[in-house]
DNA sequence: AAAAGTATGTTGTATCTACAACCAAAGGAG
DNA sequence: CTCCTTTGGTTGTAGATACAACATACTTTT
């Protein structure tokens, strides 16, 4: 473990500490160090985490499975760098994975120990930050989803990755939207007529049917 | 107070509180109440604010002035919801201004004491959490910002929003970025030979000077 | 039920951009 | 220095989309 201090340093996790504080927070949270061989998975898709990993050497991948299955590399994860805090601390499923893209070391924390070792002091501010904590976490899931959508190259791309990614979500193939068709648009940053044509080239090609908010997808025969 | 008690049990912060144990917290961490005239500013771009804010009643808007000089509505935010708490637990200046649309009462809580109040029993594990925040809420400025440029229509507009919010960073309107051509591709969702030539337009056009990283933005006469 | 208002779909066009293929410059390794 | 790699700019083209203007369907109001 000793050898891992220096990185530990950087881990934004315990910015402003010195080596003595993080042995102590080590030692008090009962953080658990493991290793994963090279293609191992750290956490998978629809695990509910109560932990938080910071990486102590090789390389980690943050990867998602795209609507025609195939895995999508999200983010790589150096060493010194956090994974998994936005779903511990939302408390939700995770709906990524992470794979250890080399042979790797890790440095779970306990999200648990740290949110309630100091509640004896004073119940309702940690309650308080605990919440704060919940939310920024599920606005940070909400904008990393926005911007996987976002960052595909045409309307096309995205409005099926937003489709795709409600269909998961309500683990269905035919499900309702909350966005009306100006707010799909606004949410896509694009034109709402361009939105509307899009959609309906998508319903000719048989990718889809749709009435207003709600939609079907077509199973694809690959 | 008394007739707030139902909008704060919808407020994220006090999730799963009951009245008692908010009537606590605010108690304990010394929350002020203040109201405000429609129009009045909440908060200024450039403020270094301590307090995350609950909007109790009326309605207030988060706003940017872009590289036009226009004030563009980010964000409307209704009773019951939080605002500033981002650049607050980044401990960040705020790149924004929170103006009050209609009369508002706005509950203000102090960062510093939900921050410090239990550090006697767990020195690191609050610094940890405050870490935490930290760390999440400058994520969520960041996915912020990239949301915005993302947002415009074309790429033109893409890469003026990305250079114009660099230049009020570095206040000046010569600076370097950090990416190159392809990581600035990927950053704003385009293809990197068409931001290459986009970029050349621009340059051609007068907007803007550049050679490798520095970019020169020339000041336009309106 | 008629009228007014709102939401969504359609069409045409000018513009923009992704994509591919290529070229040029800069930087490193030997 | 030369070769090779990386990075960035240019060009041509096909296709996509923003934008405007309009048409249609659905809602709400009166």
Redesign the interface.
């Known amino acids: 473990m000793k050898e891992y201090f220096k990185i530990l340093t950087k881990c934004?996790?315990?910015?402003?500490?010195n080596e003595a504080?993080i042995a102590?927070?080590l030692e008090?949270?009962d953080a658990k160090l493991q290793t994963y061989n090279k293609g191992a998975a750290l956490v998978l898709h629809g695990d509910a985490s109560q932990q938080?990993g910071i990486l102590l050497s090789g390389i980690a991948q943050i990867r998602q499975t795209d609507y025609e299955g195939n895995s999508v590399l999200l983010h790589q994860i150096l060493p010194g760098a956090?994974f998994g805090?936005?779903f511990t601390?939302a408390d939700q499923p995770f709906t990524v994975s992470v794979l250890a893209a080399k042979d790797s070391a890790v440095l779970w924390i306990d999200y648990r120990?740290?949110?309630f070792?100091?509640?004896?002091?004073?119940q309702?501010?940690?309650?308080?930050?605990s919440?704060?904590?919940?939310?920024?976490?599920k606005?940070?899931i909400f904008?990393?989803e926005?911007?996987r959508h976002?960052?595909?190259?045409s309307l096309r791309e995205k409005i099926i990755s937003y489709l795709s990614q409600q269909s998961v979500l309500q683990n269905s193939l035919s499900f309702s939207i909350p966005l009306n068709r100006q707010e799909l648009a606004d949410y896509l940053?694009?034109?709402r007529s361009a939105l509307s044509a899009v959609l309906s080239k998508l319903q000719n090609e048989g990718v889809l049917t749709f009435h207003k908010n709600h939609f079907t997808l077509t199973k694809s025969a690959d």
């Not at 070792?117 to 004073?122: I, K, L, M």
């Open positions: 934004p996790l315990f910015f402003q500490f504080m102590a927070f008090e949270s938080i956090l805090e936005a601390c120990k740290i949110q070792d100091f509640q004896n002091q004073s309702t501010a940690a309650y308080v930050v919440n704060l904590l919940r939310f920024l976490a606005k940070n904008f990393t926005r911007i976002l960052s595909k190259r940053a694009a034109d």
